[in-house]
């Protein structure tokens, strides 16, 4: 199981950080209500804190990656490991929803965007429920 969950959180990752690439080439800051739209060159500035329209920070892209390797190739997997990615995608469960690019998408489909978005959302949500069930003998 936490094998399983180490290569959710590997392909998720993957996900996330073609959504980092096309958001930073295309320009795509977050868009989320409430919060004043940045602009194109501090997204840019400011991806590693506050992510983009199609990515979660990338910080927590690089503390996903560190979880999913030891969760797939430490002889041992660690459960904190598990539950970091638990928690990792509980959070980009709730954030995929709130950006305007997700709804979009699925609003009008598009062949490069959807899968991105709506890709990177059920795996983080599979990721979430795994991830923060892990060790507990369920």
Same mark, same amino acid.
């Given at each position: 199981?936490?094998?399983?969950?180490? /290569?959710?959180?590997?392909?998720?990752?993957?996900?996330?950080?073609?959504?980092?690439?096309? /958001?930073?080439?295309?320009?795509?800051?977050?868009?989320?209500?409430?919060?004043?739209?940045?602009?194109?060159?501090?997204?840019?500035?400011?991806?590693?804190?506050?992510?983009?329209?199609?990515?979660?920070?990338? *910080?927590?892209?690089?503390?996903?990656?560190?979880?999913? %390797?030891?969760?797939?190739?430490?002889?041992?997997?660690?459960?904190?490991?598990?539950?970091?990615?638990? *928690?990792?995608?509980? =959070?980009?469960?709730?954030?995929?929803? =709130?950006?305007?690019?997700?709804?979009?998408?699925?609003?009008?489909?598009?062949?490069?965007? %959807?899968?991105? %978005?709506?890709?990177?959302?059920?795996? /983080?949500?599979?990721? /979430? =429920?795994?991830?923060?069930?892990?060790?507990?003998?369920?």
């Amino acid at each position: 199981m936490l094998r399983l969950v180490g /290569a959710i959180g590997l392909v998720q990752l993957v996900l996330g950080v073609l959504g980092l690439r096309k /958001a930073l080439r295309e320009g795509l800051a977050g868009d989320v209500p409430a919060y004043p739209v940045r602009p194109v060159d501090e997204m840019r500035s400011r991806h590693w804190l506050e992510g983009t329209s199609l990515s979660a920070p990338t *910080v927590m892209l690089v503390v996903q990656g560190v979880a999913s %390797t030891s969760l797939l190739l430490a002889p041992r997997p660690p459960v904190l490991a598990a539950r970091v990615l638990g *928690v990792l995608g509980a =959070i980009m469960s709730i954030g995929y929803p =709130i950006e305007r690019v997700w709804r979009d998408s699925l609003v009008a489909p598009d062949r490069t965007l %959807t899968p991105l %978005t709506l890709g990177g959302f059920l795996l /983080a949500l599979k990721m /979430a =429920i795994l991830g923060w069930s892990a060790g507990s003998g369920r």
